[in-house]
């Protein structure tokens, strides 16, 4: 068991709104990266956290945004759905840049 | 073309059999990765190597640095391997992950 929990396991929303997915990192991890995963692909790099600052983006818009938190939990907040941000959103906690471990991810469906 | 290719996209096997899935990268990288993948969503993480093999269980998994090359071996399977394997690669200062688009195993009894 990795110890990473996220937080709703299931979200619908309507196209406009807004969302915040959260994440509990291990104990003990310093790291969280941010990712979604589109229906038949891949994870896609959205953004890293490292001691509470922003320490890395991916390709994604501004209207996704982040927080890390003195006890390492994090939030994923993204602005003005779009419908193709309906996808599986996974944080990953680290020490640094060693192993990664998964929560179990949040499906974002927006209508 | 992506920067990390797995093959191939679907295998089926049957119980027992040794199977294994190959990833190819292009980029330059300071670790690669195999994740598993379960329906539903969950990912875990099986290897994190850089150089050289590693051994866990039936699972072996290998790296060729030159020739940017990775091999994820399963032996003896068994109808619970069946999952999506996953390779990916961390790459620049924050170690970010660059994933291939997955091998999705079934193993048969």
């Known amino acids: 068991e990795t110890g990473v929990t996220q937080s709703p396991t299931h979200l619908i929303k309507t196209r406009g709104q807004q969302v915040t997915l959260r994440c509990s990192s291990q104990s003990g991890h310093n790291t969280v990266s941010w990712y979604q995963q589109a229906l038949g692909q891949g994870p896609q790099f959205i953004f890293q956290y490292y001691r509470e600052e922003e320490n890395g983006r991916g390709n994604f818009p501004p209207r996704f945004s982040g927080l890390q938190f003195p006890n390492y939990s994090s939030e994923l907040n993204v602005n003005a759905l779009e419908l193709d941000d309906s996808a599986l959103y996974l944080c990953?906690?680290?020490?640094?840049?060693?192993?990664?471990?998964f929560g179990p991810g949040t499906r974002l469906t927006v209508l | 073309k992506n920067e990390v290719e797995q093959s191939p996209q679907n295998l089926t096997a049957q119980e027992g059999e040794f199977i294994t899935i190959n990833c190819s990268y292009s980029v330059g990288i300071s670790a690669l990765h195999w994740l598993q993948q379960h329906p539903g969503g969950g990912i875990v993480s099986l290897f994190m190597?850089?150089?050289g093999k590693k051994k866990h269980g039936r699972l072996i998994a290998t790296i060729n640095i030159q020739e940017k090359h990775s091999s994820l071996h399963i032996t003896a399977s068994h109808p619970r391997d069946s999952a999506v394997y996953i390779c990916a690669v961390s790459v620049g200062d924050t170690d970010k992950l660059i994933f291939g688009t997955g091998t999705r195993l079934q193993v048969f009894p």
């Open positions: 990953a906690s680290s020490w640094g840049s060693n192993e990664q471990f």
């Open positions: 190597l850089s150089s």
